[in-house]
Nanobody
Framework: QVQLVESGGGLVQAGGSLRLSCAAS????????MGWFRQPPGKEREFVAA????????YYKDSVKGRFTISKDNAKNTVYLQMGSLKPEDTAVYYC?????????????????????WGQGTSVTVSS
């Protein structure tokens, strides 16, 4: 089985930057894609970014384009989310997800049900 552990969350001022990491455990990981989702207080979980494990094609929520960058290190089984120009509305618990079935590629990178492994989340708070 696969375990995902997020890290790097914290408190940051508006306009600042933060880097999140998601480390996967397992002898042979090899997902089809990895994604970042977030859940603001009192709201539903939403898609932020995704990356294909092979090839590295990336996809982003419109509101974070130009500010956030998703990347990966295949050898370390790790995916990153570099967040810049942070805004108070970016405040949320951020979750890492892995698609090991190929469903996110076949259907939709932004749909939570297309990912079958999830981390416990890391909290990000952006102050104004």
């Amino acid at each position: 089985q696969v375990q995902l552990v997020e890290s790097g969350g914290g408190l940051v001022q508006a306009g600042g930057s933060l880097r999140l990491s998601c480390a996967a455990s397992g002898r042979t990981f090899g997902p089809y894609a990895m994604g970042w989702f977030r859940q603001p207080p009192g709201k539903e979980r939403e898609f932020v970014a995704a990356i294909r494990w092979s090839g590295g094609s990336t996809y982003y929520k419109d509101s974070v384009k130009g500010r956030f960058t998703i990347s990966k290190d295949n050898a370390k089984n790790t995916v990153y989310l570099q967040m810049g120009s942070l805004k108070p509305e970016d405040t949320a618990v951020y979750y890492c997800a892995a698609d090991r079935s190929g469903q996110s590629i076949t259907f939709n990178y932004a749909y939570t049900a297309n990912y079958d492994y999830w981390g416990q989340g890391t909290s990000v708070t952006v102050s104004s």
